[in-house]
């Protein structure tokens, strides 16, 4: 079974720029995450998906981001314009919907650098 | 969800037990206790989640006090490859709740040679 996966792993870009992440969860896994970890601080949940639709959005920063699920299958993050602050590793995670307790799978994270 | 505590470091021997502990004393009945852990530049893993019992899998046991107010992981042969932030998680085990983990500053594990 294939993990989930991200790409890029790293990006480096301007300040002001432009960067779209993205990630193809597990097959089948109707939730999908992005969290996100600056330098020196946790980890910190961004958003969840069930399916294509938004289920929580709580944790995003600002308007320059956005996030998009079309079709409930793979997932981008789009940063826009990007700040110096946005620059740590962004981590995708994805789970099946059920009731209980669940795992959640993390992709290896997409390093986004901000000069 | 309910606040963990967990130190933050820890050292161990190769090849001994490393016994990681939790306390989550604000948890309720039907929230579960999980354990991730980040080995450096990757991804957060997950490792082993319990209720009420105790549990055991390939990588890890985990015990739960029978007050459920604490918890500890133990790996129970260390190799230099477990060296890694790990993480104690407590959360809801609610479909409407999502998965959704709030992730603390964890115990950095180093294993020594």
């Known amino acids: 079974e294939a993990g989930v996966t991200q790409f890029p792993s790293h990006s480096v870009i301007e300040k002001g720029q432009t960067v779209t992440l993205r990630c193809d969860p597990i097959?089948?896994?109707?939730?999908l995450y992005w969290y996100r970890r600056v330098m020196g601080k946790e980890i910190k949940f961004l958003l969840h998906?069930?399916?294509?639709?938004?289920?929580?959005e709580s944790g995003m920063p600002n308007n320059r981001f956005l996030a998009e699920r079309t079709g409930g299958t793979y997932s981008t993050l789009k940063v826009q314009p990007a700040e110096l602050e946005d620059s740590g590793v962004y981590f995708c995670?994805?789970?099946?919907?059920?009731?209980?307790?669940?795992?959640?799978?993390f992709g290896a994270g997409s390093r986004l650098t901000v000069l | 969800d309910a606040k963990t505590t967990q130190p933050t470091s820890m050292d161990c021997a190769e090849g001994r037990a490393a016994n990681l502990p939790c306390n989550h004393s604000?948890?309720?009945?039907?929230?579960?206790v999980y354990w991730y852990r980040q080995i450096h530049s990757q991804g957060p893993q997950y490792i082993i989640h319990?209720?009420?019992n105790n549990e055991t899998n390939e990588m890890a046991s985990l015990i739960i006090t029978e007050d459920r107010k604490s918890s500890t992981l133990i790996l129970p042969h260390a190799t230099l490859r477990d060296t890694a932030v790990y993480y104690c998680?407590?959360?809801?085990?609610?479909?409407?709740?999502?998965?959704?983990?709030?992730f603390g500053t964890g115990t950095r594990l180093a294993v020594r040679p």
């Open positions: 998906f069930v399916k294509e639709s938004k289920q929580d």
């Open positions: 097959s089948g896994h109707d939730n």
């Open positions: 998680i407590v959360r809801l085990g609610l479909v409407s709740s999502g998965d959704k983990l709030t």
């Open positions: 995670a994805s789970s099946l919907r059920e009731w209980g307790a669940n795992v959640l799978t």
């Open positions: 604000t948890i309720s009945g039907n929230e579960y």
């Open positions: 319990g209720l009420k």
